[in-house]
């Protein structure tokens, strides 16, 4: 899930508002897949997808075949384990990446939009779901999002450590400057994050042209020195590998995996640039410069064992050496601002689902709407990523923390996506257990070879980042039901207020809108301003904003507007967890219904809690004072919902929870 959207109008028809409603051109609808005659804008789609969908998968030749047959050498001969290694991978490329994900997960969307969150809503909404099961999607999703974040942090550590590496490979005395050099550019590209992405987006493709054309060049010459490594492709040589080592070929599979990262990559980026561009961009570029490159380092290590040091630089002659460090290099920062803008994308979706704090989201760009910036959430993973190439150091241990979030994931993607075949695709049982459990058991292979091989190695870092997030998303959501229960469900229902209305002694001119989770119950802000102000406005609105489950809600369906009688409304904002919650924008449809609302005489009413730790508390007390640290921290709605600042009241309160 990248910066994609940084492309302004995409393939699914997604202008600057998000509005899936605003198409380009004729199109025709498959599925639930939008495929289109291929034209010149579907090349320049085709073109940014390959440079930001294939960043990450496209800088593993950096470090996979290295980790792949050090995995293996020790106990098998060298032929044996580059062999077996190579037609693994090969097969991974084609089974896992083009089988499941660019052909099968591709049709698992919502609304067009792909991702673990986007899926996991998607699965949610199947009918007839068993609670336990629908519980179970809620949890896969949880941990699905803490693993990504773990992939987040690994990604830019991984790939800009593993391509200055190049300088202490070519002459052991630079080695001193590789771990500094490798935090300069890792603040630096976080320090440049809050001016938006566009400039570099737009020479992301070409540069990646350069970086795969150059991965193929360098595998085909390698190649034709050494032909017999295309006998790899007989999966015959990987049965080879697991009958004469086994267990040691198992555990391999937790090094092999490095070179399908980035995979789910091509479904969340589905909504930005649509299925056809990310097909294409792999099937005529990514893969043939890969599989190209993978057997051209094959055979350089059957020539020289020792180009096992380096098997990806050992491609080029020394004269180029440098300069294919900076062209790594630039692919790694590549893939590093793809993943950042990833994160930024499901880091919103997460806070418009409600699953962790509300936190400042900067639009940076006034007609590109994908571009965000995140400062809080691209703080947090500064310190991250630096403190994992800190603790780690080089580019084999995190190697070996990297494997397990990617399978992880692949494994929850599995999972999700054969709900959908069953329940929406209405695939019958043996067909969804026979396709979707061959992939099960792949995924299910790699991720317990990451676990047993590279658990203590450095698998445990993103398990320990993933526990933490779904330990917050815990006690935030836990919270969340205790504070609702604590300050609403009891009070007075608006029936009952309506019925008194008249009783007001004095209503003044003007609109207020009261922000309120539910729409049933006088809001504790509309009694604190009658109580204290003794007033009501000539016209009152209750105001409840809606993030549904699917990511864009058009503009025809933004508003849900009901009139009570006596002046009273009650309104309803539906955003999809893609979309921004602008309000006052939201607020523009009204007419529509009857109901013109002018800004410039409103005034929003929003309630400000303070809490305190209650005597008795349904949760633990370390809970409660973390909930409330968390609480703390959220941004405060009228920032976050847009509200113009000086037509907002904000009016305090203390709850104990």
């Known amino acids: 899930m990248t910066d994609a959207k940084i492309y302004a109008e995409t393939p699914n028809g997604i202008g600057k508002d998000g509005d899936p409603s605003r198409t380009l051109g004729s199109s025709e609808t498959k599925g639930n897949e939008v495929t289109r005659p291929f034209s010149w804008r579907r090349a320049s789609l085709t073109l940014a997808a390959l440079g930001v969908v294939y960043g990450d998968i496209g800088t593993s030749p950096l470090y996979a075949i290295r980790q792949s047959v050090l995995a293996t050498s020790a106990d098998l001969p060298i032929p044996t384990a580059v062999m077996g290694a190579i037609s693994v991978i090969f097969w991974a490329l084609i089974i896992v990446v083009t089988g499941k994900y660019i052909t099968l997960m591709m049709r698992a969307s919502n609304k067009g939009e792909g991702g673990v969150l986007a899926l996991a809503a998607l699965a949610h909404r199947s009918q007839n779901l068993p609670r336990y099961l629908k519980t179970l999607i809620a949890s896969v999703a949880g941990i699905g999002l803490g693993l990504f974040y773990g992939e987040a942090l690994l990604t830019p550590a991984i790939s800009v450590l593993s391509a200055v590496d190049g300088l202490r490979l070519e002459n052991p005395a630079l080695g001193l400057f590789v771990l500094p050099l490798t935090l300069i550019i890792i603040v630096g590209l976080f320090s440049v994050q809050s001016r938006g992405t566009a400039q570099i987006g737009r020479i992301f493709g070409p540069i990646m042209i350069v970086w795969f054309a150059t991965l193929a060049t360098l595998g085909v010459l390698s190649m034709l020195e050494t032909p017999e490594i295309l006998f790899a492709l007989n999966p015959f040589y990987a049965v080879v590998m697991f009958m004469e080592a086994p267990f040691v070929a198992f555990f391999a599979l937790g090094a092999i995996v490095l070179c399908v990262t980035g995979v789910e990559s091509l479904y969340a980026d589905m909504g930005h640039f649509g299925p056809q561009p990310i097909r294409y961009a792999w099937l005529f570029a990514a893969l043939p410069a890969l599989v190209l490159n993978y057997f051209g380092q094959g055979a350089a290590v059957l020539r020289d064992v020792d180009n096992l040091e380096s098997p990806f630089f050992a491609l080029a002659p020394p004269a180029l050496h440098y300069p294919l460090v900076a062209l790594a290099t630039m692919a790694a920062i590549i893939a590093s601002q793809a993943m950042i803008s990833g994160m930024y994308s499901i880091t919103r979706q997460a806070v418009q689902l409600g699953q962790i704090p509300r936190m400042e989201i900067r639009h940076t760009s006034a007609t590109d709407f994908g571009q965000i910036y995140l400062p809080r959430a691209n703080t947090l993973m500064m310190f991250g990523v630096v403190g994992i190439v800190l603790i780690l150091r080089s580019p084999d241990q995190i190697a070996a923390a990297y494997g397990v979030a990617v399978t992880g994931l692949m494994l929850i993607s599995t999972l999700l996506a054969s709900i959908v075949a069953y329940k929406q695709w209405k695939w019958g049982i043996f067909p969804m257990i026979l396709v979707f459990g061959t992939f099960a058991i792949i995924d299910i292979a790699f991720f317990a070879s990451t676990l047993a091989s590279k658990f203590f190695e450095g698998g445990v870092i993103p398990v320990a980042i993933a526990a933490t997030t779904i330990f917050f998303m815990y006690v935030w959501r836990s919270g969340r ?177």
């Open 481 to 657: 039901r205790v504070l609702m229960d604590k300050a609403y469900g009891g009070g007075l229902s608006m029936e009952q207020f309506l019925e008194r209305a008249d009783k007001t002694p004095l209503r003044v001119a003007g609109t207020a809108i009261f922000i309120t989770p539910r729409l049933d119950e006088v809001p504790g802000s509309l009694l604190h301003n009658l109580k204290h102000n003794k007033v009501l406005h000539e016209r009152v609105i209750l105001l409840r904003v809606d993030v549904t489950d699917e990511p864009f809600v058009p503009e025809e369906k933004r508003l849900t507007v009901k009139k009570l009688g006596k002046g009273f409304f009650t309104i309803e904002a539906h955003f999809g967890f893609f979309q921004t919650p602008d309000v006052p924008r939201a607020l523009q449809s009204s007419r529509a219904f009857g109901l013109a609302i002018d800004l410039e005489t409103t005034t929003f009413f929003v309630r400000r809690e303070t809490l305190v730790p209650a005597r008795r508390s349904t949760m633990q007390q370390w809970r409660t004072k973390l909930f409330i640290r968390l609480y703390a921290s959220a941004l405060e709605a009228a920032q976050f919902y847009r509200l113009p600042p000086g037509r907002v009241v904000e009016l305090g309160s203390q709850t104990e929870i």
